[in-house]
T-cell receptor, first 112, second 113 residues
């Protein structure tokens, strides 16, 4: 089946620290991979995506590379800010219509 | 601003009642999906509508039903509410296709008491 396993949180970092949130997936077929972010009280916003192996998605200083050999899509940012505090969801899609399979989310808190 | 709007934002219902949630899709999108997000969990796929017909369904019982209208707006109906139905319900609109992302609304927070 299709599923996403995501690093559990919560994660607390100091401002300007390096961030990694691990994500691995299981899929039948060739999925597209996504990172969504959810700020308190809001819906999900697309952060970045990658549609095939070795693609790198990037946005707002965040990056993730689609690694088919390790079935992973880890999220990284070199220097986090307080405004990055949110819940991050790894997701796969593009297998059955537009259905997305989400991980359980990783809560990030960045302290000044 | 994604252009996907949901109403109401919050709702409290009693066990056994019925509820209707509404979603207005982003202009130009032909597909709408509904997700249930329990507290502390990732969103779970309920179903998807494309051109007013159901185009896929997750592991939810038949008391969860939906509609999509010609203007691509949508409704989610839940009958015989149970306490476990308490969750954030998210609507997502998109164009049907392999690599397109979904744009989510802010959700409706449903509490069943």
């Amino acid at each position: 089946g299709n599923s996403v396993t995501q690093m559990e949180g919560p994660v607390t970092l100091s401002e300007e620290a390096f961030l990694t949130i691990n994500c691995t997936y299981t899929a039948t077929g060739y999925p597209s991979l996504f990172w969504y972010v959810q700020y308190p009280g809001e819906g999900l916003q697309l952060l970045l995506k990658a549609t095939k192996a070795d693609d790198k998605g990037s946005n707002k200083g965040f990056e993730a590379t689609y690694r088919k050999e390790t079935t992973s899509f880890h999220l990284e940012k070199g220097s986090v800010q307080v405004s990055d505090s949110a819940v991050y969801f790894c997701a796969l899609g593009g297998l059955t219509g537009n259905q997305f399979y989400f991980g359980t989310g990783t809560s990030l808190t960045v302290i000044p | 601003e994604t252009g996907v709007t949901q109403s109401p934002t919050h709702l409290i219902k009693t066990r056994g009642q019925q509820v209707t949630l509404r979603c207005s899709s982003q202009s130009g999108h032909n597909t709408v999906s509904w997700y249930q997000q329990a507290l502390g969990q990732g969103p779970q796929f309920i179903f998807q509508y494309y051109r007013e017909e159901e185009n896929g369904r997750g592991n939810f019982p038949p008391r969860f039903s939906g509609l999509q209208f010609p203007n691509y707006s949508s409704e989610l109906n839940v009958n015989a509410l149970e306490l476990d139905d308490s969750a954030l319900y998210l609507c997502a609109s998109s164009l049907l296709g392999k690599n397109t992302e979904a744009f989510f609304g802010q959700g409706t927070r449903l509490t069943v008491v």
